[in-house]
């Protein structure tokens, strides 16, 4: 009963280096999220995928890439991380099929990038 | 863009008194959702709202819909310190593009 789990819960990184935070759901949900948490600003949604191979961008994009070539993983790239990267990244996935439009969130992963 | 905006950003009570916290949207909404997040955990779902005026009850905390379907809210009575956490609307703005905007939340201590 693994649900959606990211990988990995921390990491500090250098800035100007490529990361890539790995996001694994197990239900083939059709919807898949990223979203950043930062005090003040609440989740702020990155990107998002309504299906394998279909992503769009959400509020605040820039600097970040993400793929989906498998429904059930759904990675988001930092190309070349910045200082004003460091936050909580949330990943969440949807079932919209059912009907219902909940999201289901993984633990986060911290990311600070020095 | 669409924005979700929530009021108060912070909120200390006293464990019993009551605990409102409102969200406004700059958009009509086709639902909206309320989500808890504890503090260090991950934001957990706990309830949706979708008809214009409804009104909803989970146990001491009710949340309502607006009539115009812009702006909600989430009322909990009798606050206890396990409602400890911040508080996020989210809303949604059609059905077919499950893109949810997350309010800026409000974050609620209880003072034992």
């Known amino acids: 009963d693994a649900g959606i789990t990211q990988s990995p819960r921390y990491k500090i990184t250098e800035t100007g280096r490529q990361v890539t935070l790995m996001c694994h759901q197990t239900?083939?949900?059709?919807?898949m999220f990223w979203y950043r948490q930062d005090l003040g600003h609440g989740l702020r949604l990155i990107y998002y995928?309504?299906?394998?191979?279909?992503?769009d961008k959400g509020e605040v994009p820039d600097g970040y890439v993400v793929s989906r070539s498998k429904t059930e993983n759904f990675p988001l790239t930092l190309e070349s991380a910045t200082r004003s990267q460091t936050s909580v990244y949330f990943c969440?996935?949807?079932?919209?099929?059912?009907?219902?439009?909940?999201?289901?969130f993984g633990q986060g992963t911290r990311l600070t990038v020095v | 863009g669409q924005q979700v905006m929530q009021i108060p950003q912070y909120q200390h009570v006293q464990e019993g008194e009551d605990f409102t916290t409102y969200c406004n949207s700059s958009?009509?909404?086709?639902?909206i959702q309320w989500y808890k997040q504890r503090p260090g955990g991950h934001p957990v779902f706990l309830i949706q709202?979708?008809?214009?005026?409804e009104v909803k009850k989970q146990k001491r905390l009710t949340f309502q819909f607006g009539e115009a379907k812009k702006n909600s809210s989430l009322h909990i009575t009798a606050t206890q310190t396990t409602d400890v956490g911040t508080y996020f609307c989210?809303?949604?703005?059609?059905?077919?593009?499950?893109?949810?905007?997350f309010g800026t939340g409000t974050r609620l201590t209880i003072i034992p």
């Open positions: 989210a809303g949604l703005s059609n059905f077919g593009n499950e893109k949810l905007t």
């Open positions: 709202l979708v008809k214009s005026g």
């Open positions: 958009t009509t909404l086709s639902n």
């Open positions: 995928s309504a299906a394998a191979d279909i992503t």
């Open positions: 239900w083939s949900h059709s919807y």
């Open positions: 969440a996935s949807s079932d919209v099929r059912s009907g219902a439009t909940e999201a289901f």
